[in-house]
């Protein structure tokens, strides 16, 4: 048995029972890799002897767990560094990521917004979070969480010491792609990507291992999914990889797709989702045009392997980060190297991971790639594969591949530093090291302190305040203009941002989620956000508030940051009356209502509520599209109606007839057995008689259940894999050593493992 430097032990002094070997000192294995001979506790022939033993926790391995919480420590920091600026009072408000002061439950989870029935366990436990520290609090905190669970994830997948750990942590916080996705407001994403790297940690540990189901991957693949709906597709990939690279066993097909089908289960609401016929949104082939990587000025094989290419490209609120040619080669060169090493080392991980940082590239160019037509092949045929519509998101793949890699050649280079004779040698390993702190040096000032001071915490003006005192709480809606998804803001420094209305005022709000992309208007099925379109493109139609009173739309509200002008028809509707006039938003309250127990109907579309509405022959009856007509109009008759819940509603008592509710239309609304109707507007509305009735949102039930099914699905993964986790630990070092027997335990290197 020899140390690393080649110095044999004295003779007959072996190394004490139970007493790992010193960091930096691992056992002498021969060139052929073979475990060193057992020695056997205080030198006595036939005595066993045990591993070392966590006090508290029998089989923890201290050293491999203490260096990986050092490295999510590490990550910690680094993420304090990154969100600090906006820890102090006030809003942070990012492109897909904002946050406001009544920032209620999104009613996807309930199934009532068609763009938001993804990572419903997600949005649920952010919302718990909002609950507890609040909103402003939590937009940071979700950011934070991503920096020590990567770390330590990537910590966990490249294993050995800390001159390969903290490199290789330290390198999946500031990189490019995190850059970009945190000034995107990727925020789940970014979270479900972190995930990823346990997921592949605890993969490629059950591979070894040779079992035939594991729990641990699968809970982390679960986890992952239930953050990102993109989780599914990258952490496949991994576990495919892991499982026939670099020559697949039948376990390991076995096992593989045990974990992916055990993970399954986190998808039970879906099932809910597609048995209850829920609206989702629309995705087609022009949003594989829309949402194509961006080519830099190096074309699109240089930008992505430099871990760029966000869609946006050089539109506003796109990251611009300058990472120069020579860092990017830099960094492209010393993680191929390093993946070379790990291939040497460790043929399963490096091979997965290899093959991983190509797929990450090839498959994050898209359909302007060389994989084009079978991306687009895919995106047609194969199910749920529209989640992967944005086609850089690949490069997440690439980038984990990245952090392995790097964290191996300057493990190498510190080595060979050390190890060199010659002072060239030395200062040829130490200059190489340098080069590799370039990469950091040139990504840091784009990422720390609130992405290089690019971002920083918003204050609503006051004249918002003021609107949401006089509107007060109440379940009829505030129409929000202008009628943009994402749009910039002077409280925004004029940074484009999804438009935070639904965020700050404590009334449902009304607004648009049109996306606006070239081809690309929107995904959007509403016929609700369908008729405010068309009702705004023509200026109101001459009866803007009598038009949006079966929306039940009580105040419309004007932010004048920019094209104010455009709305200024909205002075002259004449049921509209001004009650808030600032520089910064007009607040308007609709004094006509449309909702509740209208009582009469008439059957028309669109353009025939436009022109009753013209002639002033519109009253509150509702307007069906299929009829049946009823009762006179116009009629003046509303009210009687309150919500009793997120998916409820109750009509009281009062004269028989139709009753509007405020609700996108949906077959799903039931009214104790009374058939429902679509009115013009995309609303319901039900044939009620005096008594009073309850409106149910049906398929809530079903999504209630799956979602139940969904969460204890998770957490019995995440429990077997605590179990599974301790007795495996708790059998690999308890294992005693006789005679002639060599116990599989990890090999140390450098620094310890």
């Known amino acids: 048995m020899t140390h690393a430097a080649g110095k044999p032990h004295a003779a007959g002094k072996p190394h004490a029972a139970g007493k790992p070997h010193a960091a930096g000192k691992p056992h002498g294995a021969g060139p052929a890799g073979r475990p060193p001979p057992v020695t056997h506790a205080a030198g006595k022939p036939g005595a066993p002897r045990r591993g070392p033993r966590h006090r508290r926790l029998p089989g923890l391995d201290k050293q491999a767990a203490r260096l990986t919480a050092e490295s999510a420590l590490l990550g910690l920091v ?112 970014l979270v479900s990507v972190a995930l990823l790297c346990w997921l592949l940690a605890s993969a490629l540990h059950a591979r070894r291992r040779g079992h035939w189901f594991a729990a641990r991957p699968a809970g982390w693949y679960a986890l992952a999914m239930a953050v990102g709906p993109h989780a599914a597709w990258l952490g496949g990939a991994g576990l495919l990889a892991i499982a026939l690279l670099p020559r697949p066993r039948r376990a390991d097909l076995v096992r593989t797709a045990g974990v992916i089908a055990a993970a399954g289960g986190i998808y039970a609401y879906a099932l809910a989702v597609l048995a209850s016929a829920i609206l989702t949104v629309r995705v087609g082939e022009n949003d594989l045009q829309v949402y194509a990587p961006h080519a830099g000025p190096g074309g699109m094989l240089a930008t992505l392997v430099s871990l760029r290419g966000f869609w946006r490209g050089a539109a506003d609120s796109s990251p611009q980060l300058g990472l120069g040619l020579v860092p990017a080669t830099l960094m492209a060169v010393a993680a191929l190297a390093g993946l070379v090493r790990l291939c040497r080392s460790d043929r399963a991980a490096g091979a997965a991971l290899s093959v991983l940082a190509l797929a990450g590239v090839l498959l994050g160019a898209g359909i302007r790639g060389p994989l084009g037509a079978v991306y687009q092949a895919a995106f047609d045929v194969v199910p749920l594969f529209v989640a992967m519509r944005e086609q850089q998101k690949w490069v997440a793949l690439t980038m984990i ?35 590799v702190g370039t990469v950091y040096a040139a990504v840091a000032p784009s990422l720390f302190w609130g992405l290089g001071g690019s971002v920083r915490i918003s204050s609503y003006p006051e004249s918002w305040y003021a609107a949401d005192d006089i509107m007060g709480a109440g379940d009829e809606a505030v129409l929000f203009l202008p009628w943009h998804e994402y749009q910039p803001f002077g409280f925004t420094d004029s940074r484009t941002v999804a438009t935070p209305a639904a965020a700050f005022f404590r009334r449902p709000v009304l607004s648009s989620d049109a996306v606006e992309l070239g081809p690309v208007r929107t995904n959007s099925v509403s016929r609700r956000m369908a008729y405010v379109h068309r009702l705004l493109a023509a200026g109101g139609a001459g009866g803007l508030g009598r038009l949006v009173a079966p929306l039940g739309v009580r105040y419309v509200a004007l932010a004048r940051d920019r094209e104010a002008e455009s709305y200024a028809w909205l002075n002259r509707q004449d049921d509209l009356t001004p009650v808030l006039r600032t520089p910064n938003l007009d607040l308007y309250r609709v004094e006509v209502v449309g909702t509740g127990r209208v009582v009469s109907a008439r059957t028309g579309d669109y353009a025939e509520a436009v022109g009753w509405a013209a002639r002033g022959v519109l009253g509150s009856e509702a307007v069906l599209v299929d009829g049946p007509d009823r009762g006179a109009v116009p009629s003046s008759s509303s009210g009687g109606i309150h919500r009793t819940g997120s998916t409820s509603w109750q009509v009281r008592r009062g004269a028989p007839g139709w009753v509007v509710i405020p609700e996108e239309w949906s077959p799903g609304w039931s009214a104790g057995g009374l058939p429902t109707r679509r009115t013009a507007a995309g609303t319901v509305a039900v044939r009620v008689g005096t008594g009073a009735v309850a409106v149910r949102y049906t398929p809530w039930r079903w999504l209630r259940l799956g979602l139940i099914t969904s969460l204890v699905s998770l957490a019995v993964l995440i429990a077997a894999g605590l179990v599974e986790h301790r007795r495996d630990l708790s059998q690999w070092w308890a294992t005693p050593e006789g005679d002639g027997v060599q116990v599989r335990r990890p090999h140390r290197t450098r620094g310890g493992c």
């Open 78 to 189: 680094a993420g304090m560094a990154v969100v600090a600026p906006w820890t102090r009072d006030g809003y942070l408000l990012l492109l897909d990521w904002v946050s406001g002061p009544h920032q209620a439950i999104n009613p996807g989870l309930y199934g009532l917004d068609p763009a938001a029935l993804d990572a419903l366990p997600y949005r649920l436990v952010t919302h718990a979070l909002r609950t507890v520290v609040g909103s402003g609090a939590t937009s940071w905190l979700m950011i934070l969480l991503y920096f020590p669970v990567a770390a330590g994830g990537v910590a966990a997948l490249v294993r050995g010491g800390r001159l390969r750990r903290y490199p290789a942590a330290l390198f999946v916080c500031c990189n490019p792609f995190v850059v970009e996705r945190i000034q995107a407001g990727h925020v789940p994403f």
């Open 401 to 435: 591949a990245y952090a392995v890699g790097i964290g191996m050649a300057v493990e190498g280079l510190a080595v060979a530093c050390r190890r060199a004779r010659l002072p060239m040698q030395r200062l040829t390993a130490a200059g190489a090291l340098l080069a």
